[in-house]
């Protein structure tokens, strides 16, 4: 298989606890996404690497939230204090993108669930 | 900032007919919109894209329109199939690719 993959598919956890989730992206791809989408919204950009580098963030991203791609391959994503809020499914997507005309190809996302 | 609207939360068709799912967007500098699919408990998959310079790409069953001047695109599917009843969202690219919130398509036997 050699599409995006995402670990774990499903998270449960008590409010206050870290987690941490991982994404594999495409080996050739070059950016990577993280993305949140809850109950009847479409995925809300959060952040995006290009290569290792981390260019831009959403206002969304509070100082909870950290990603990082160490080696411009995979990905985490990590959610420090989870709040009930924080509930939601968590997409990665990635690219091979120079330019704006880009088809992401997606995860199958982790389902965040905070009690 | 809801740069990217699908104001039809669901639509309903019967097998055979034509689908129209319809979306606006409201910053002028995009130039590459691109509809998806999803299914429950997977991510969301590409299903056409169209350029700026272009108002109408065709792929199949599905054709996508764009007029820029209205800032509005729409996914056209002919004949819709039971198969393609799935959550389809509109996207627009700058670097972060903005979505709508999605229309329900169900497609009726």
């Known amino acids: 298989d050699t599409g995006v993959s995402q670990d774990p598919r499903h998270k449960i956890t008590k409010r206050g606890q870290n987690v941490t989730f991982r994404c594999d992206p495409i080996?050739?791809?070059?950016?990577l996404y993280w993305y949140r989408q809850t109950l009847g919204q479409g995925p809300e950009f959060l952040t995006y690497?290009?290569?290792?580098?981390?260019?831009?963030k959403s206002r969304l991203l509070s100082d909870r939230f950290s990603a990082e791609r160490p080696k411009g391959s995979f990905s985490t994503l990590e959610i420090q204090r989870t709040e009930q809020g924080d509930s939601a499914m968590y997409l990665c997507?990635?690219?091979?993108?120079?330019?704006?005309?880009?088809?992401?190809?997606f995860g199958s996302g982790t389902q965040l669930s905070v009690l | 900032d809801q740069q990217v609207k699908q104001n039809s939360p669901s639509l309903s068709v019967q097998e055979g007919r034509i689908s129209i799912l319809n979306c606006d967007y409201t910053?002028?500098?995009?130039?590459?919109f691109l509809w998806y699919k999803k299914y429950p408990a997977e991510g969301p998959t590409f299903l056409i894209s169209?350029?700026?310079?272009?108002d109408k790409n065709e792929d199949g069953r599905f054709t996508v329109f764009l007029n820029k001047s209205a800032k509005h695109l729409s996914l056209h599917i002919v004949p819709s199939q039971p198969g393609d009843s799935a959550v389809y969202f509109c996207?627009?690219?700058?670097?972060?690719?903005?979505f709508g919130a999605g229309t329900r398509l169900t497609v009726k036997p």
């Open positions: 996207a627009a690219s700058v670097v972060g690719m903005r």
């Open positions: 690497f290009q290569n290792e580098a981390q260019l831009e």
């Open positions: 997507a990635s690219s091979y993108g120079q330019g704006n005309n880009e088809k992401l190809f």
């Open positions: 080996s050739e791809h070059n950016r």
């Open positions: 169209i350029s700026s310079i272009k």
């Open positions: 910053n002028s500098m995009f130039d590459y």
